[in-house]
Each structure stands twice: as structure tokens, then as C-alpha cells.
């Protein structure tokens, strides 16, 4: 959450490597469950460094195309039982609880739809005001 507020977006991947480097790093003395700020910092600058293009949000055009790709007949919008199928059924997919979120903060309340623009401008913006 600190890191997606800051304007990165590192994979759930990434983060954990993150957290496992800072944790290799810091003394066995310190409260198991809780990270020293200073281990971290070091180990998110590096992982940064070394890999900053994985930590960038994709574009709104990028988004909508790739809600295109996955979208039969060009439509604009995906039915949630769809969407759910493709969230879930691939290499890396998403969990239930993930899914269920996505659907119930996207689905259109009058027409049941979960609309390709709408879901775009949100996580290419990760729910933040615009900055013109």
C-alpha cells in the first residue's frame, strides 16, 4: 500500500523479494513480523534500481487495449462471469476475493457491465485525481 501510494505498482512478486532481502538483512533481533525502515528502504532502492521499469503503471491505452484483446465482438464492456473466467484461469491469476472486488467496484449498477474505459482510468491512475 505505502509503495502504490508513492505512484509505483511492483508486482505482489516483487514486493515480497523486497521484503525477503530486507529481512535477510536486519539482526534476528528485531520483532519477528515487523521490517527496520532502514533494511527496507535499502533493499526497495535497489530492487528499484535494478529493475524500475516493473514498477510503473501502465498506461490508460494500454489497459483498454489489452481489456480489447481479451473482449469478443469489440465490445466496450465485459459481462463479470467473463471477465472472472479470464482473471482466474490463467498462469498468474488472480484470487477470488481479488476478483469479487474488481467486479463489485466496476460493475455498472444500471446495466450489470463492467465497462472497459472505467476500470482503465482507475488503475492507470490507481484511483488518484488527475494531475493536468
Do not use: C
Amino acid at each position: 500500500m505505502l509503495l502504490r501510494s508513492l505512484g509505483f505498482n511492483p508486482s505482489d512478486a516483487i514486493i515480497q523479494e523486497i521484503i525477503l532481502k530486507a529481512k535477510s538483512r536486519q539482526s534476528a533481533k528485531i520483532t519477528q513480523g515487523f521490517l527496520d525502515y532502514p533494511y527496507f528502504e535499502e533493499a526497495f532502492a535497489e530492487a528499484f534500481t535494478l529493475r524500475s521499469a516493473e514498477f510503473n503503471r501502465h498506461s490508460e491505452d494500454d489497459i483498454l487495449s489489452a481489456f480489447r484483446a481479451i473482449t469478443p465482438s469489440n465490445q466496450e464492456s465485459l459481462e463479470p462471469q467473463y471477465l472472472r473466467k479470464q482473471l482466474m484461469e490463467t498462469e498468474n491469476g488472480f484470487s477470488h476475493e481479488e476478483v469479487d472486488n474488481m467486479i463489485r467496484t466496476f460493475k455498472d449498477k444500471d446495466t450489470g457491465l463492467l465497462w472497459h474505459d472505467d476500470i482503465a482510468e482507475v488503475l492507470a491512475n490507481d484511483g488518484l485525481p488527475l494531475v493536468l
